[in-house]
C-alpha cells in the first residue's frame, strides 16, 4: 500500500510535517513523489475518459435534435396530406427525441462538473507534486553539503593528519641539522689564497675607478676656474 491511498489526502497533505515526523525523509519523499505521479497518471485517465464520454454524448444530442426536426418535417408533411393520425405520430416520436435531449443535456452537465473537478484536482496535484520535487532537490543539496562538512571535520580531527604535519617538522629538523653541520665546518677557517687575491684584486679594481674620477673631476674644476678668469673683449 502506497504513502496515500486518496487524491484528497494527497492535495490535502502537508509535506513539512510528514518529513518531520519520518525517520527516513529521503525515502518518505521520494516515495511521495511517486505516489503523486502514478496519481496524477490516473486523474488524467479519468479526465480523458470524461471527455470522451463527453463527446460521445455531444455527438448523441446533435443527433436527437436532427431527428426531432426530422420528424416535426414529417408531422408537418402528414398535415399537409390531411393525415392527422399520421402527424400526431410524428410528434409523438419528435417529444421522445427532445424528451431524450433533456435528460443527455443533465448528463453533459454532469460531465462539465467532472470535467472541471478533474482539472482542479490537477492543478493541485501537479502543485504538490513541485512542491515535493523542490523539496527533494533542497533535502539533497542540504544532505551533500552536510556530508562534505563532514568529511571535512574528520579530517581535521583525525589524528592521522596531526601525525603527518609531525612528521613533516621531524622532517624540517633532521634537514636544519644537516645543514647545521655544513656550516659548522666553515667556522674558524680564514679565507683561502684565492679567496684573499680575489679580494685584492676587486680592491684594486675599486681604487683604480676612484683614482680616475677624482682625476676628471680635478680637469673639470681647473677648466671651469680657467674660464672665469678670461677677460671680457670690449666693444669698440
Given at each position: 500500500?502506497?504513502?496515500?491511498?486518496?487524491?484528497?489526502?494527497?492535495?490535502?497533505?502537508?509535506?513539512?510535517?510528514?518529513?518531520?515526523k519520518?525517520?527516513?525523509?529521503?525515502k518518505?519523499?521520494?516515495?511521495?513523489?511517486?505516489?503523486m505521479?502514478?496519481?496524477?497518471?490516473e486523474?488524467?485517465?479519468?479526465?480523458?475518459?470524461v471527455?470522451?464520454?463527453?463527446?460521445?454524448?455531444?455527438?448523441?444530442?446533435?443527433?436527437?435534435?436532427?431527428?426531432?426536426?426530422?420528424?416535426?418535417?414529417?408531422a408537418?408533411?402528414a398535415?399537409?396530406?390531411?393525415?392527422?393520425?399520421l402527424?400526431r405520430g410524428?410528434?409523438f416520436?419528435k417529444?421522445?427525441?427532445?424528451?431524450?435531449s433533456?435528460?443527455?443535456?443533465?448528463?453533459?452537465?454532469?460531465?462539465?462538473?467532472?470535467?472541471?473537478?478533474?482539472?482542479?484536482?490537477?492543478s493541485?496535484?501537479?502543485?504538490?507534486?513541485?512542491?515535493?520535487?523542490?523539496?527533494?532537490?533542497?533535502?539533497?543539496?542540504?544532505?551533500?553539503?552536510?556530508?562534505?562538512?563532514?568529511?571535512?571535520?574528520?579530517?581535521?580531527?583525525?589524528?592521522?593528519?596531526?601525525?603527518?604535519?609531525?612528521?613533516?617538522?621531524?622532517?624540517?629538523?633532521?634537514i636544519?641539522?644537516?645543514?647545521?653541520?655544513?656550516?659548522?665546518f666553515?667556522?674558524?677557517?680564514?679565507?683561502?689564497?684565492?679567496?684573499?687575491?680575489?679580494?685584492?684584486?676587486?680592491?684594486?679594481?675599486?681604487?683604480g675607478?676612484?683614482?680616475?674620477?677624482?682625476?676628471?673631476?680635478?680637469?673639470?674644476?681647473?677648466k671651469?676656474?680657467?674660464?672665469?678668469?678670461k677677460?671680457?673683449?670690449?666693444?669698440?
Open positions: 500500500m502506497g504513502i496515500f491511498t486518496r487524491l484528497s489526502d494527497i492535495i490535502n497533505s502537508n509535506l513539512s510535517a510528514m518529513l518531520e519520518a525517520e527516513d525523509p529521503e518518505i519523499i521520494r516515495l511521495m513523489i511517486q505516489e505521479e502514478e496519481t496524477l497518471v486523474v488524467r485517465s479519468g479526465a480523458a475518459r471527455i470522451a464520454d463527453r463527446k460521445e454524448a455531444g455527438r448523441t444530442l446533435t443527433r436527437l435534435s436532427d431527428a426531432a426536426s426530422e420528424w416535426q418535417r414529417k408537418e408533411l398535415l399537409t396530406k390531411d393525415r392527422e393520425d402527424a410524428a410528434l416520436e417529444a421522445k427525441m427532445e424528451e431524450t433533456q435528460l443527455l443535456e443533465h448528463d453533459l452537465e454532469a460531465l462539465d462538473t467532472a470535467l472541471g473537478k478533474h482539472d482542479e484536482d490537477i493541485k496535484l501537479e502543485a504538490k507534486l513541485r512542491e515535493a520535487k523542490a523539496k527533494q532537490k533542497t533535502m539533497q543539496a542540504r544532505q551533500q553539503s552536510a556530508e562534505q562538512q563532514l568529511r571535512v571535520r574528520r579530517q581535521f580531527h583525525d589524528g592521522r593528519v596531526d601525525a603527518a604535519f609531525a612528521r613533516f617538522e621531524n622532517m624540517e629538523r633532521r636544519d641539522n644537516v645543514e647545521g653541520e655544513i656550516e659548522a666553515d667556522l674558524g677557517k680564514g679565507k683561502s689564497l684565492s679567496e684573499e687575491i680575489a679580494d685584492l684584486e676587486a680592491d684594486h679594481a675599486i681604487e675607478e676612484l683614482a680616475a674620477l677624482k682625476e676628471r673631476l680635478a680637469a673639470q674644476s681647473t671651469a676656474a680657467k674660464g672665469a678668469k677677460p671680457a673683449t670690449s666693444r669698440k
